[in-house]
């Protein structure tokens, strides 16, 4: 059987009645995320998010087993975009095996 080396490709949108100011805020300062960013019912004990390409993103969560996301930034466009790496790193799982990249853009739908 041939072997299927294609990117898998998730796509999802959605839609906040907020200013696009508010949710990029939200998405990268460090105490508005520990608010609302919970994965595996953890919390966020500390943060690295240099916005610039090549800065480092690095989130790490409290808990019994620990977790961890690092990453790089490729590419920045203020209140826009964010493309980066993002490789979980958790003691109880395999994913930290594999290549993520995750692109977020920012819209102002006035409406």
């Not at 796509?11 to 520990?34: I, S």
């Not at 690295?48 to 790490?60: E, R």
């Amino acid at each position: 059987m041939a072997e299927n080396n294609s990117p898998v490709v998730i796509e999802t949108t959605k839609e906040f009645k907020v200013p696009v100011d508010k949710l990029y805020a939200a998405w990268n300062d460090a105490e508005q995320l520990k608010q609302w960013w919970h994965p595996f019912n953890k919390n966020l004990t500390d943060i690295k998010n240099d916005l610039k390409p090549g800065g480092v993103v690095q989130y790490d969560f409290d808990g019994e087993q620990k977790c961890h996301v690092r990453g790089e930034y490729k590419e920045v466009v203020e209140k826009k975009k964010l493309v980066y790496t993002w490789n979980w790193d958790l003691e109880h799982d395999d994913m930290k095996n594999g290549d993520y990249t995750l692109t977020i853009e920012f819209e102002d739908f006035n409406g």
